[in-house]
């Protein structure tokens, strides 16, 4: 337990809760491996679980009509990935696939919300947490924008 504690701990979405807090998180992990190339889910695929990697890594890509796959990242242990899925209910947006052997904790969004449904002040620091983190990539995207665009005019 201590070990999924200490994963959770310093991610974004949990890093302001409390040790109590944190550990009525961790009871809501599941451990799953996957082997290297396996999916762990697909690009349109219901997004019911979100993923935290404990070992090995995780390539995130899309498939692009003409040109193939695409990676957009490779994430690492203590990575946080297809939490979107979770709270906004909509389909995955890319494909995860397993880069080398991978081993995750995740979490199902039905049990994440029956948490938050009965714990209103772990509900909070979560929906505070997610703020935070959407403001973050927002900012990230402008400035992606804005170069990107700065770019085009040459």
Same mark, same amino acid.
């Given at each position: 337990?201590?070990?999924?504690?200490?994963?959770? %701990?310093?991610?974004?979405?949990?890093?302001?809760?409390?040790?109590?807090?944190?550990?009525? !998180?961790?009871?809501?992990?599941?451990?799953?491996?996957? $082997?290297?190339?396996?999916?762990?889910?697909?690009? &349109?695929?219901?997004?019911?679980?979100?993923?935290? !990697?404990?070992?090995?890594?995780? %390539?995130?890509?899309?498939?692009?009509?003409?040109?193939?796959? $695409?990676?957009l990242a490779v994430l690492?242990? &203590?990575?946080?990935?297809?939490?979107?899925?979770?709270?906004?209910?909509?389909?995955?947006?890319?494909?995860?696939?397993?880069?080398?052997?991978?081993?995750? *904790?995740?979490?199902?969004?039905?049990?994440?919300?029956? *948490?938050?449904?009965?714990? #209103?002040? *772990?509900?909070?620091?979560?929906?505070?947490?997610?703020?935070?983190?959407?403001?973050?990539?927002? #900012?990230?995207?402008?400035?992606? *924008?804005?170069?990107?665009?700065?770019?085009?005019?040459?």
């Amino acid at each position: 337990m201590s070990a999924t504690l200490d994963l959770l %701990r310093p991610l974004p979405l949990f890093n302001a809760l409390t040790s109590e807090d944190l550990g009525k !998180i961790a009871e809501l992990c599941e451990s799953k491996s996957f $082997e290297s190339g396996e999916y762990i889910f697909r690009e &349109g695929e219901p997004g019911n679980r979100l993923f935290i !990697i404990v070992d090995g890594g995780v %390539r995130i890509s899309r498939q692009i009509p003409g040109a193939g796959e $695409e990676a957009l990242a490779v994430l690492k242990r &203590g990575a946080m990935f297809g939490e979107m899925g979770v709270f906004d209910r909509s389909e995955r947006s890319t494909d995860a696939i397993s880069h080398g052997g991978t081993t995750v *904790l995740t979490i199902s969004r039905s049990e994440f919300e029956m *948490l938050l449904e009965f714990n #209103r002040d *772990l509900a909070y620091k979560v929906l505070w947490a997610v703020v935070r983190m959407l403001s973050g990539r927002l #900012r990230s995207t402008n400035d992606s *924008l804005r170069s990107f665009l700065a770019l085009s005019m040459f």
